[in-house]
């Protein structure tokens, strides 16, 4: 009878652990188009997904005028999505990607890390995008080694001819999104993520023109087959996906050629889910909650000091806090939020140091608890600091803010704007 209760027991473990890994993802960018573009462009596989769960702005570019405010720029946009943070932590402030910061990680440093059972693939016509963003196989970067990849093709100058209407960066985005859509439906990887170019390159042509809504259209279609290749995983092996699609950025409101600046249109993003039910916070999020919200629909559990240094809140489940921000006056610092799922307390916690960024451990100090609700605490600042990092946590999430003067900021934004691909 004993034997017969330990095997039933280990079995109940193990259809338990089977059935908690098949909630997989895939992330999707499709370079640089503005909100205002994907709402008048006939997109109906967009439409679809959004219609199973939503359709919303989000914010590329940090906090325009405030210390974590980011080059709207390509690979800037995608680490933002990549780590849950802006560019003041992850250092990628153009596309030479120069010195990325690791101690901050990516979505699947985190990912394999917590559970190195998890399979993941990478899709992309950048070989930038997993060699030196995600770092894959530096020791600095974590030693991680993604389990499928194709890229590169932008390096087949053969089969894919640099040509001047840049033509076959369409090419290879048909290349690059049959191949996800096939892979994703044999081998069901448990995160992937899927970026797109073309749309980029017809927008620095051609600015706001039919070409660019044509290559729009062209997106949809290619992201129809990653979709297809989901709702047949979900059909056949009774998984349960999510998938988001956003952009990395928007384009000047004169021309539709550039982008890298703080205008408007060029922070205006946007994120496409099918995942519902979603919270309050959808309403308004940042490229910055993508991260943590597929790492919650997935189950992971976020390293507490990782955790503790991610800009982006869920927007999916509950959530105590979002909108986090903190104002200074004098030796007073005001704290504010939004509450969202009002009930208890948070806690707020600061530090001085900053060690984290180096690879180091930051000592907080708790100052106080006050009612998730009231959305504002107000304390006193130590003496004598032009920093002081400061964390809310609540029932449901945590968020950071800084204090920081002007002085701090501009040594570490030695290259705002960079190129302006």
Not at 328 to 333: E, Q, T
Request: net charge negative; hydrophobic share 35%; proline share 4%.
């Amino acid at each position: 009878m004993i034997k017969f209760v330990v095997t039933f027991c280990w079995c109940l473990i193990f259809t338990f652990a089977a059935s908690a890994q098949q909630k997989k993802a895939v992330f999707i960018i499709l370079d640089g188009i503005p909100a205002d573009v994907i709402e008048k462009v006939e997109t109906p596989v967009l439409d679809m997904i959004a219609a199973q769960g939503g359709y919303t702005h989000a914010y590329q570019g940090g906090t325009k005028d405030g210390y974590n405010q980011s080059p709207t720029i390509s690979a800037v946009g995608y680490n933002h999505v990549l780590t849950g943070t802006w560019s003041n932590k992850h250092n990628v402030w153009d596309n030479d990607i120069k010195a990325p910061n690791y101690h901050y990680w990516n979505i699947f440093r985190i990912a394999e890390t917590t559970n190195p059972a998890l399979s993941t693939a990478i899709f992309s016509s950048w070989t930038d995008n997993r060699t030196k963003l995600i770092g894959e196989n530096l020791a600095e970067a974590g030693g991680i080694d993604i389990d499928y990849t194709y890229d590169g093709l932008e390096l087949d100058t053969v089969r894919f001819p640099h040509t001047k209407d840049r033509k076959f960066m369409f090419d290879i985005d048909e290349q690059i999104s049959t191949e996800a859509g096939r892979y994703i439906l044999d081998k069901g990887p448990d995160l992937s993520w899927v970026y797109l170019e073309f749309t980029d390159d017809m927008g620095h042509m051609y600015g706001d023109s039919p070409e660019f809504t044509d290559a729009v259209r062209k997106a949809d279609a290619q992201v129809g087959r990653i979709w297809n290749a989901l709702q047949q995983r979900m059909k056949t092996y009774g998984e349960e996906w999510m998938i988001v699609i956003t952009t990395d950025h928007g384009r000047d409101a004169q021309t539709g050629k550039n982008h890298g600046g703080q205008s408007a249109r060029e922070r205006n993003a946007w994120v496409v889910t099918n995942i519902k039910p979603l919270n309050k916070h959808f309403s308004q999020p940042a490229v910055v909650d993508i991260a943590p919200s597929i790492l919650r629909f997935m189950n992971v559990v976020v390293p507490s000091a990782v955790q503790e240094e991610m800009d982006g809140a869920p927007f999916i489940g509950k959530l105590s806090i979002a909108n986090l921000a903190a104002t200074r006056n004098g030796k007073n610092a005001t704290l504010t939020w939004t509450p969202v799922d009002a009930d208890g307390k948070v806690e707020v916690w600061i530090t001085t140091t900053n060690n984290f960024e180096t690879g180091g451990n930051d000592k907080y100090l708790q100052i106080g608890t006050t009612q998730t609700k009231n959305g504002r605490f107000t304390f006193q600042l130590p003496d004598k600091t032009d920093y002081c990092k400061i964390l809310v946590k609540g029932s449901y999430n945590m968020m950071n803010v800084w204090l920081v003067e002007k002085d701090y900021i501009n040594k570490k934004r030695t290259r705002p704007f960079g190129r302006p691909y």
